[in-house]
């Protein structure tokens, strides 16, 4: 089992950049497909990205394409989501997810484990 924990939410104006970062207690994050997904309220949980094990394939959803970048920090054990050019639509709780799919799954309910979030605010 893995328990992902989110950080380096805040605020920041838009056209700024933000970095999040995923470590894990338990099992590494190595060992899994990791994901950050975002809500806000009245809205579905949106996939952002997604980065299988060994960092061999990478997800953006269209709306984050060129802005948001997902990497593995082996040394740190995380997974960092880059966040640049941000918007004020991209105010969000952020969630990271581990997955223990093979492929790169793009639901939510094929993540089993999850964090509690960080929030992201964008000011215009």
């Known amino acids: 089992q893995v328990q992902p924990v989110e950080s380096g939410g805040g605020l920041v104006q838009a056209g700024g950049s933000l970095s999040l970062s995923c470590a894990a207690s338990?099992?590494?994050?190595?060992?899994?497909?990791v994901g950050w997904f975002r809500q806000t309220s009245g809205k579905e949980r949106e996939l952002v990205a997604a980065?299988?094990?060994?960092?061999?394939?990478?997800y953006y959803a269209d709306s984050v394409k060129g802005r948001f970048t997902i990497s593995r920090d082996d040394s740190n054990k995380t997974v960092v989501l880059k966040m640049d050019s941000l918007k004020s639509e991209d105010a969000a709780v952020y969630y990271c997810?581990?997955?223990?799919?093979?492929?790169?799954?793009?639901?939510?309910?094929?993540?089993?484990?999850w964090g509690q979030g960080t929030q992201v605010t964008v000011s215009s």
């Open positions: 997810a581990a997955s223990s799919r093979v492929r790169l799954p793009i639901t939510g309910a094929e993540y089993a484990y």
């Open positions: 338990g099992r590494p994050l190595s060992s899994f497909v």
């Open positions: 980065i299988s094990r060994g960092s061999y394939a990478t």
